[in-house]
T-cell receptor, first 112, second 112 residues
Framework: NAGVTQTPKFQVLKTGQSMTLQCAQDMNHNSMYWYRQDPGMGLRLIYYSASEGTTDKGEVPNGYNVSRLNKREFSLRLESAAPSQTSVYFC???????????FGPGTRLTVL | DAKTTQPTSMDCAEGRAANLPCNHSTISGNEYVYWYRQIHSQGPQYIIHGLKNNETNEMASLIITEDRKSSTLILPHATLRDTAVYYCIVSRVKAAGNKLTFGGGTRVLVKP
């Protein structure tokens, strides 16, 4: 099993550009999450999906949209990137509402 | 969800037990205590979680006080590879997914 995979690993954008971060898991997990981590800080939840077909806002959703494409895939879209969105983005998944979340390797995004 | 308080940093000797404290004095009865760690800039790694009873797995032990206001993560024989930032998280079980709130964590340095 590959676990949680994220693409791309690195990305540089100019202010105002858009892009989609991809996340996929092969563990048949129900719940998926997107976090961001700014330098020297802990992770903050952007959006999550408790199950296929549902999504909900986390702590810092402004400037982002998500799509739970199917049970495996959960994408994060930046419609108009801003320098404040420079961060490392982590995707995670879990079987259900209690227990371990498995994290991907992260996408390092720089917005100039 | 209840807030947690952890030391900013601590050192421990290789081969010795590492005891990481966490204060969560406002924890509610239906909130779990989770521990994750993050090595360098990798995605966080789940260590252990518990509700009321002490828990042990192949990585660590979790000791929760009887009043549940604090807990201690014990790494029984620290190795250099245990150098990481350790996060103590309190999270309520919700039907809509397990949202984790990461604070600053404890930066643990294992020394030879």
């Amino acid at each position: 099993n590959a676990g949680v995979t994220q693409t791309p690993k690195f990305q540089v954008l100019k202010t105002g550009q858009s892009m989609t971060l991809q996340c996929a898991q092969d563990m048949n997990h129900n719940s998926m999450y997107w976090y961001r981590q700014d330098p020297g800080m802990g992770l903050r939840l952007i959006y999550y999906s408790a199950s296929e077909g549902t999504t909900d806002k986390g702590e810092v959703p402004n400037g982002y949209n998500v799509s739970r494409l199917n049970k495996r895939e959960f994408s994060l879209r930046l419609e108009s990137a801003a320098p404040s969105q420079t961060s490392v983005y982590f995707c995670a998944s879990s079987v259900g509402t209690v227990g371990e979340q498995f994290f991907g390797p992260g996408t390092r995004l720089t917005v100039l | 969800d209840a807030k947690t308080t952890q030391p900013t940093s601590m050192d421990c000797a290789e081969g010795r037990a590492a005891n990481l404290p966490c204060n969560h004095s406002t924890i509610s009865g239906n909130e779990y205590v989770y521990w994750y760690r993050q090595i360098h800039s990798q995605g966080p790694q789940y260590i252990i979680h518990g509700l009321k009873n002490n828990e042990t797995n192949e990585m660590a032990s979790l000791i929760i006080t009887e009043d549940r206001k604090s807990s201690t993560l014990i790494l029984p024989h620290a190795t250099l590879r245990d150098t990481a930032v350790y996060y103590c998280i309190v999270s309520r079980v919700k039907a809509a997914g397990n949202k984790l709130t990461f604070g600053g964590g404890t930066r643990v340095l294992v020394k030879p």
